[in-house]
């Protein structure tokens, strides 16, 4: 077997990813009601930071790069160069589920989803 | 070689056990910063393999507390980045860090040459 060979990872790609997406629901929400809550921002920060170097390991680099667009915002915001707004949190709440959606293709066919539009948007968040 | 993996996310604590144990090494985990350094009471590790964005602890802070330590720093530490985080292996770099294994892409090989030179500048 090739020691590159990842598919057996597979089955734990998936299962930590989507618990990784359940978390970011959750910090969602959190910062819904409070769009200052610092635990949440740092707690996104390091679930964005998890999820892209899994996925891109793994060779799943839309759900990589859309990832890495959520790390990047919440760098942003932990370092104060960007705040959180509710067209943010909305923008991410669509990338979650088009994550959740990538996820079920992932399993079936081993294919990711088109997430390039989401994509496109959060990284408006940083211009 | 004994390893002490200092990593919070579940999927690469046990990739690399995995994929390390496989090839004899001995591997002990710490899920953060704070784990990381505690389990150095106990284990005696050739190598850290640390990852830079954790929870209670980040790398950096984990690098600042090695040197500190003249148990510790003479423990080579291997650091994790991402394609992104050039920056951020300068500054692990500047803390003590001894090289750096790209996250971003799995080359098994390569790992496993770096792990060997760099524990092999372990400082008496």
């Not at chain 1, 978390?23 to 740092?42: C, E, G, P």
Request: proline share 2%.
């Amino acid at each position: 077997m090739d020691s590159n060979d990842l598919s057996s990872f597979k089955g734990l790609y998936l299962k930590t990813a989507r618990d990784y997406i359940v978390s970011m629901k959750d910090n969602v929400d959190r910062l819904k009601a409070n769009h200052q809550d610092q635990q949440a921002i740092t707690d996104m920060h390091i679930i964005a930071h998890s999820l892209k170097s899994q996925s891109l390991v793994m060779g799943y680099s839309k759900m990589g790069k859309g990832s890495e667009q959520i790390e990047k915002i919440f760098s942003a915001i932990k370092n104060g160069g960007k705040v959180v707004t509710p067209i943010l949190l909305d923008q991410i709440s669509s990338v979650i589920e088009k994550f959740i959606e990538s996820l079920s293709h992932i399993e079936t066919t081993d294919t990711e989803i088109d997430t390039s539009k989401n994509i496109t948007e959060l990284e408006q968040f940083l211009t | 070689m004994k390893i002490l993996l200092i990593e919070d996310d579940i999927f690469f604590q046990k990739f690399y056990t995995f994929k390390l144990t496989e090839k004899g090494h001995q591997i002990e985990i710490g899920s953060n910063g704070e784990e990381g350094i505690m389990k150095l009471q106990q284990f005696q590790p050739d190598i850290i393999l640390l990852d830079l964005v954790m929870p209670k602890k980040d790398g950096f802070a984990v690098l600042s507390e090695l040197r500190k330590n003249p148990a510790w720093s003479a423990i080579p530490v291997l650091v994790f980045s991402t394609l992104e985080q050039k920056q951020d292996v300068e500054r692990a770099k500047q803390l003590g860090a001894r090289d750096y294994v790209n996250k971003s892409f799995f080359d098994f090989e390569n790992l496993l040459k770096k792990l060997e030179a760099v524990a092999g500048t372990r400082t008496v």
